[in-house]
């Protein structure tokens, strides 16, 4: 069984980062209302500002370039929240041009976290509003915890709307007519809801120690021997960047994609292990 493992804090203290045996990287979200960092024995809201999204970023450039890291798991500290989204403590003292500089590098993190070839899953322990869930949207699959949270974009009630990629990835995931909806009436759903309109995968019953378990075994599948990670970072890229082009270039991607594929060891353990009727062992490349 594997093990959640020591986590060690970002250059912020914001984020702890810690990888599992067998190549789970974790990201815990820490902080309080107000984006500082928690003191001993403080469960935050998770909170965030651009000292958290420069820890975020750093956590996922980490977790890039190790070669042993095959899945990532973002979470929140503690279990009432997963994130509350940006600190308004934080937005309340700093100039329009601070705020906007703070959006773009959010965007520019999110967006990094998006297209890193690992898959990632957001294990979503307690709430995810605001930036919160728009940090959530930006992970490949979303599982929450029953009963621990709400989860949507209350954006509108401060006159603003979800700015680090919130309209952008809603749109996406549950169509514009809905998206837009539940962005102009800011209204919060139970994760019941979200998983039935698509914006979480799955719902899961248990305490906190058994969600972060229950996390630990399903993302195993995923890693190696199991699964061919290469083709796991494949398919995410078809996935993440066909949609945004004509059909016949996603296919022509895709082609390209699995081209790639064929010269790989996986693909040939893969086929060999199909025609020999065993169960395949892959290395990752």
Known sequence: MTSWPSLESMPNNLVNYGVTENGIAIIELASNSSGAPLEDGEIGPNTYTHEMMRDIDTAVVKARFDDDVTVIVFTGHGQKFFSAGASIQMLNSVTPGFKYNFCLHANETLSRLEQTPKLVICAINGHAVGGGLEIAMACDIRIARKDAGKCGLPEINLGVLAGTGGTARLTRLIGKARALEY?????????????????????????????????????????????????????????????????????????????????????????????????????GN
């Not at 309109?197 to 075994?217: M, T, Y």
């Not at 699964?227 to 004509?246: D, L």
């Open 183 to 283: 962005m102009v009436s800011g209204e919060l759903m139970a994760f019941e809801k979200a998983k039935e309109i698509d914006l979480v995968n799955d719902v899961w019953e248990g305490s906190l120690e058994d969600f972060r378990q229950d996390i630990l075994d399903y993302a195993t599948q995923y890693t190696l021997p199991f699964k061919a990670t290469m083709a796991v970072g494949n398919i995410k890229r078809s996935c993440q960047s066909g949609p945004e082009m004509p059909f016949e270039y996603h296919l022509a991607l895709e082609r390209e994609l699995q081209a790639a594929l064929f010269h790989s060891n996986d693909a040939k353990e893969g086929i060999s292990a199909y025609a020999e009727r065993r169960t395949p062992r892959f290395v």
